[in-house]
C-alpha cells in the first residue's frame, strides 16, 4: 500500500512571454516547481519564456 500526498486544485499565476496569464492545476503541493514543471506541460516544447510563477489554492 502506497502513501502518496493528495492532490489539491491551484491556482497559478505566471506570465508567459511577459503577458500575465492564470492556470488551474491539480498538485500535491503548492511549490512553485511542481507549477512549473505543470505549467512547461501545458505548453509543450515551444520556445515560451515563462516567468513569475505565485501558487495559491483555488476557491
Given at each position: 500500500?502506497?502513501?502518496?500526498?493528495?492532490?489539491?486544485?491551484?491556482a497559478i499565476s505566471y506570465k508567459l512571454n511577459?503577458?500575465?496569464?492564470?492556470?488551474?492545476?491539480?498538485?500535491?503541493?503548492?511549490?512553485?516547481?511542481?507549477?512549473?514543471?505543470?505549467?512547461?506541460?501545458?505548453h509543450g516544447d515551444s520556445n515560451d519564456v515563462?516567468?513569475?510563477?505565485?501558487?495559491?489554492?483555488?476557491?
Amino acid at each position: 500500500m502506497s502513501t502518496s500526498a493528495p492532490v489539491v486544485k491551484y491556482a497559478i499565476s505566471y506570465k508567459l512571454n511577459g503577458e500575465r496569464r492564470f492556470e488551474f492545476a491539480l498538485l500535491p503541493s503548492p511549490s512553485a516547481e511542481e507549477a512549473l514543471a505543470a505549467l512547461q506541460k501545458m505548453h509543450g516544447d515551444s520556445n515560451d519564456v515563462i516567468s513569475d510563477v505565485k501558487v495559491s489554492k483555488a476557491l
